[in-house]
């Protein structure tokens, strides 16, 4: 009677793979260490071992104890796969770079970019579907990076589907205070998309609303135009009005407040705008190559950053 012992691999990330056997019969056992399911394919039956030992015989007759005839001739095909379960899966996403969502800039009445980001948390619902959808048989071992990068594929359209008309009717803090409204939806439709594959999302969370960098940079600078308008019309006013200094002096400071400008930054200059760049490393995104200043994913691409 011959023993397979399949163990976990945590520490290399891997989130299933082909167990390498040269000989199966039905009175081989199989034995795993509680934190792998195995699915084993013998011809046209597939069954799932969720037990910790089990014959392959017990595993495809449940109940019985009669072997198949001839209990220890090899099997002629046969397929062996182990699915880690020993944590829950978590996969991040991201609308930004291309996927960026398009709205108006209710401050300034202009065309601006979100970026949108989360997480959800899943689970391997059918096992059989799973080893398909991945094609594990043709690589040997998928990585859980490799289920992320799947799942991007599959729900990043539908992240936008949702979410980009909202932002055309809101701004981003009403997305911020209502994203549980969104997440329920985005849910239901992945679910639907990927019943076929054998995975199921939990939960989706939305972590982040912001407008993309270059669009803050925007900001920034529509910023300084209406202040120095603001001031250049009082400094006029007060010359036609003979006001004294500290009056106009206190005008200019509050408009600093009003507009929420750091009082030692002079508007007219434009400091602040490179300042707040150049004091952000420069992240260079490991998927396009794109140099990113700030930020947890790629402008670009939307790959999550490596800091």
């Known amino acids: ?13 891997i989130a299933c793979w082909r167990v390498k056997v040269a000989e199966l019969t039905p009175n081989t056992v199989i034995e795993t260490d509680g934190k792998v399911t195995v699915l084993v394919k013998i011809g046209n039956q597939t069954k799932v071992q969720m037990k910790q030992s089990s014959t392959v015989y017990g595993l495809f007759n449940p109940g019985k104890n009669k072997k198949f005839f001839g209990g220890d001739k090899p099997y002629e095909k046969f397929e062996i796969y182990a699915i880690d379960q020993s ?4 996969a991040e996403w991201a ?3 291309s996927n960026a969502m398009t709205t108006i800039d209710p401050d300034f009445n202009v065309e601006a970019s979100v970026i949108a980001t989360g997480n959800y948390y899943y689970t391997i619902s059918n096992f059989y579907s ?17 289920i992320r ?33 969104f997440v329920e939806k985005i849910k239901e439709e ?34 300084d135009a209406k202040i120095n308008n603001a001031i250049g ?11 004294g200094v500290d009056r ?37 995104c490991p998927r396009c190559g794109e140099r990113n200043h700030g930020g947890n994913y790629c402008n670009k691409c939307g790959e999550k950053l490596n800091k």
């Open 149 to 181: 990068e799947f799942l991007r594929q599959e729900s990043t359209g539908i992240f936008k589907k949702i979410l980009a008309p909202v932002l055309m009717k809101s701004t981003i803090n009403d997305c911020k205070a209502n994203a549980e409204r």
């Open 190 to 223: 992945i679910n639907l998309r990927l019943e076929s594959k054998g995975i199921g999302v939990e939960s989706v969370v939305i972590n982040k609303f912001a407008y993309t960098p270059d669009h803050e940079l925007k900001r920034n600078r529509l910023k």
């Open 1 to 13: 009677m011959s023993v397979i012992e399949i163990k976990n691999r945590g520490a290399e990330e």
């Open 233 to 243: 019309a009082e400094q006029n006013k007060g010359k036609r009005e003979d006001i």
């Open 248 to 284: 106009e002096q206190a005008f200019v400071e509050n408009i600093r407040e009003t507009n929420a400008l750091p009082k030692d930054v002079e508007a007219h200059t434009g400091k602040h705008d490179r300042g707040d760049r150049d004091d952000k490393p420069v992240v260079i």
């Open 130 to 146: 799973f080893v398909t959808a991945m094609a594990v048989g043709e690589r040997g071992a998928i990585s859980r990076d490799d």
């Open 87 to 90: 944590s829950q899966y978590n």
């Open 95 to 97: 609308l930004a770079g």
